[in-house]
């Protein structure tokens, strides 16, 4: 899906919880949060968390230079099951 | 000495290919971007179709007039809790208005998408809906998409 939206000439960027996953299937840039899956943009009714994920990720957007690079975000979530 | 004694052998396991890379450069600065969401999540709104648990190519489009607590999520492929208190979690929409009103981006984009990832016909995903939701996205003038996934 990613690459789809990118060959169409936009430019994206992937919030992902298993960066091996996003790395097998080709993502041209990727951040990676420390999250479970469910919760790739932080834990659920933290704002401040979401909001300094979308942020850094939008950074990163623009930061990654290098297809396929993907970089860790300093946040973490464990989600108590 | 060649280390080749037969041409061409391939592994008779199927084995995952990472294709090859696709990359368009950012032009527009964070603040002058119109930013939207894309998610394999299983995000969709409420009254909208759910999605077949067992595996779903299709995708459902999600307006900005749809509020944060009319979206829900269908998806087989991952525990669903927290994204069940909280659509933030997978979609941060509420988030992403938030960013525009302050100024970071220019706009929260008009439509985003969701599917369901983690399974389905890979075949239809590549070459009809992920090239459809890619197409909405142009022509709604988007300049960035966040996606979550994976």
Partial sequence: MQ????????????????????????????VAPLVPMGANAGEPNNKEMQTAIVKATLEQLVEIQTPGKIVPLPFEYVAKV | MSLTTIKGLQSEIFVPITPPSVWTPVTKDIKDMTVALATAAGVHHKEDTRFNLAGDFTWRKITNDMKSDELMVSHGGYDNG????????????????????????????????????????????????????????????????ILTAG
């Fill in chain 1, 3 to 30: 690459r789809a939206i990118e060959e169409a000439g936009i430019p994206t960027i992937i919030i992902a919880a298993l960066p091996p996953v996003v790395r097998q299937s080709g993502t041209p840039r990727a």
């Fill in chain 2, 82 to 145: 927290d994204v069940n208190k909280d659509i933030n979690c997978m979609f941060p929409i509420d988030r992403i208005h938030e960013l525009a009103k302050e100024g970071v981006i220019k706009a929260c984009a008009p439509v985003h998408a969701g599917f369901m990832g983690g399974g389905g016909n890979q075949e239809k995903f590549k070459n009809e809906t992920g090239p459809a939701i890619a197409q909405m996205f142009k022509e709604e003038g988007v300049d960035a998409v």
